[in-house]
Every structure is written in structure tokens, then in C-alpha cells.
């Protein structure tokens, strides 16, 4: 079993995750389409994700993308905020 990384750590790749896809995750969590739990459970998957290290050098190599990457366990979950995110613009 993998051991689980530094809570702040993950938490920090999660923000940085959610600007680089432009998934907005605290004005989500501020407008209610990400609760708290939600959110906690991203930081979660995110700790016992075997490709955080690696995510970690993606995140500096890139100022924005489309998506997360396939590997990122939060990935569905990042395009949903997106999407919720621009439904809220249009």
C-alpha cells in the first residue's frame, strides 16, 4: 500500500491543478458546487496518487491546459468544475 503524502503538499497541487485546467475549486467551494468533504476527497486521491511527484514537474512545466492529465485521480472531477464554471459565464 502506498503511503499517503504531505496534506498540504496535495493540497497545493490541487489549487495549482484547478488553475492550470481553469476548474476554479475555491470560488466552487465558495458558491456550493464543491463541499468541503468534496474537497477533502480530492486532497485525498491526490496523496495516494503514485504520479503526484511527476505532477508536481508537469504543474511548473505548464501555464494551462485543457484537462488534467489522464493520470490525475481528480481528473473527472476538474473537468465537471470546469464545466459547471462556464455554464456560469454563458
Given at each position: 500500500m502506498q503511503r499517503l503524502g504531505r496534506i498540504m503538499e496535495h493540497h497545493?497541487?490541487?489549487?495549482?491543478?484547478?488553475q492550470v485546467v481553469g476548474s476554479d475549486i475555491v470560488t466552487g467551494h465558495q458558491q456550493?458546487?464543491?463541499?468541503?468533504?468534496d474537497?477533502?476527497?480530492m486532497v485525498r486521491r491526490c496523496q495516494g496518487c503514485e504520479w503526484a511527484c511527476?505532477?508536481?514537474d508537469?504543474?511548473?512545466?505548464?501555464?494551462?491546459?485543457n484537462e488534467a492529465p489522464r493520470?490525475?485521480?481528480?481528473?473527472?472531477r476538474f473537468a465537471n468544475l470546469?464545466?459547471?464554471?462556464?455554464?456560469?459565464?454563458?
Amino acid at each position: 500500500m502506498q503511503r499517503l503524502g504531505r496534506i498540504m503538499e496535495h493540497h497545493r497541487l490541487v489549487l495549482r491543478m484547478g488553475q492550470v485546467v481553469g476548474s476554479d475549486i475555491v470560488t466552487g467551494h465558495q458558491q456550493g458546487r464543491l463541499s468541503q468533504r468534496d474537497w477533502a476527497d480530492m486532497v485525498r486521491r491526490c496523496q495516494g496518487c503514485e504520479w503526484a511527484c511527476a505532477c508536481e514537474d508537469w504543474l511548473e512545466r505548464t501555464e494551462t491546459a485543457n484537462e488534467a492529465p489522464r493520470t490525475c485521480p481528480n481528473r473527472a472531477r476538474f473537468a465537471n468544475l470546469k464545466q459547471q464554471d462556464s455554464r456560469k459565464t454563458q
